[in-house]
């Protein structure tokens, strides 16, 4: 199955809640937030049919996301429902962490294959500042309980100028004693990224140079054929890290993600102002088929490169004005959208 620029769908982002326990400033800074009906979020049994499609269609990577996914009840219920079905060769997990250290074993033991936890400052007093939440303990808690079950995990870290962008040596090294890889991400200017400006970006060339008045030499590590997000480096020593430069050097050409949001909206771009209905016609009864031939459909017709497109901006500012679509539609979130 390809879209009109030849890229396969492959990677499908679930979100299984819009409710988050953290409010990131660069992600959910307003007091007040529309959340989806809840009687609009899909059951268990729903997602996995739509799942099933998805599967037959080409996905075979699917990252439980949200919202923060372990506020979802049974969360490992459902992970063991997806982790069950043929085709699918990798399920992960992005969470806050706030949660893990108590779910990290039955999450493990329902068939979750990956971790990956945001964390973006070591820093107790920034960390409050920075989510509201008094809960940088409690992350490093899950952190830990993630390496014992797991082994390896991921560590996300969005870098934004004169938040974080001093940290980026301690987050190394504190990944390395996790066995956590850590990637940088650009600030992005997606959803409620309402406090965004083009200079609170931190680029990757500022990263890099960063690091390498640090840790000297950092070089690039091949992946021929990656269509990953990230960009991998290794310092002399070999300790990988990677760079997700979404703002200012787009993945567009090879993205092969889409996102399912909680109440079955499907993105097919994280910057798509509309997205498919999935949950009408599955609540309305529509057979296996229909939901294929939209599913399909919509991919085929598939051709944005949202990122791109921000990027050719000359004026860049927040992508959705906060007092305008916002305050209306939850689905233009990235808590709603999963990141
Ligand atoms: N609550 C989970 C978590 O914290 O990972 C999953 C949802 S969260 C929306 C997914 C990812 O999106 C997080 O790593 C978060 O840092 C990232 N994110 C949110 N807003 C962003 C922004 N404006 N720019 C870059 N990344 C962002």
Not at 269 to 292: H, K, M, N, Q
Request: some cysteine; hydrophobic content about 40%.
């Amino acid at each position: 199955m390809n879209d009109l620029l030849g890229r396969p769908l492959r990677n499908l982002r679930l979100s299984v809640t819009d409710r988050c326990n953290l409010r990131c400033e660069y992600c959910m800074p307003e007091e007040d937030y529309v959340w989806l009906p809840r009687e609009d979020v899909l059951h268990f049994e729903e997602t996995s049919a739509l799942v099933d499609v998805f599967l037959a269609l080409g996905v075979d990577k699917i990252r439980l996301t949200g919202g923060e996914p372990l506020l979802r009840r049974d969360l490992p219920a459902l992970v063991r429902i997806i982790a069950g079905k043929p085709g699918l060769n990798d399920l992960a997990l992005t969470t806050n962490g706030v949660l893990l250290a108590g779910q990290a074993e039955a999450l493990k033991a329902a068939g979750l294959g990956r971790i990956t936890v945001s964390l973006d400052t070591l820093q107790r007093e920034r960390f409050v500042k920075l989510t509201r939440f008094d809960q940088l303990g409690a992350v490093q808690e899950g952190i830990a309980s993630a390496h014992r079950l797991f082994g390896r995990l991921k560590i996300d870290t969005v870098v934004i100028r004169g938040v974080n962008d001093d940290e980026l040596a301690p987050l190394v090294e504190y990944g390395r004693s996790v066995n956590g890889e850590v990637r940088f991400i650009e600030y992005m200017d997606v959803g409620g990224a309402s406090r965004w400006s083009n200079d609170r970006v931190v680029s990757r060339a500022e990263m890099l140079e960063s690091l390498r008045r640090h840790y000297g030499p950092i070089t690039p590590v091949d992946e021929p054929g990656s269509t990953a997000p990230a960009e991998r480096f290794a310092l002399a020593d070999g300790t990988t890290f990677g760079i997700i430069a979404s703002t200012t050097d787009p993945f567009c050409r090879t993205c092969d993600r889409s996102r399912l949001t909680a109440d079955g909206m499907w993105y097919l771009c994280l910057y798509a102002s509309r997205g498919l209905d999935l949950r009408a016609p599955l609540r309305r009864g529509a057979s296996v088929d229909e939901i294929t031939a939209l599913i399909a459909g919509g991919w085929g017709a598939r051709d944005d490169r949202g990122a791109e497109a921000r990027l050719a901006l000359g004026d860049r500012r927040a992508f959705v004005p906060v007092q305008d679509l916002l305050k209306r539609d939850p689905h233009i979130e990235m808590h709603t959208r999963g990141g």
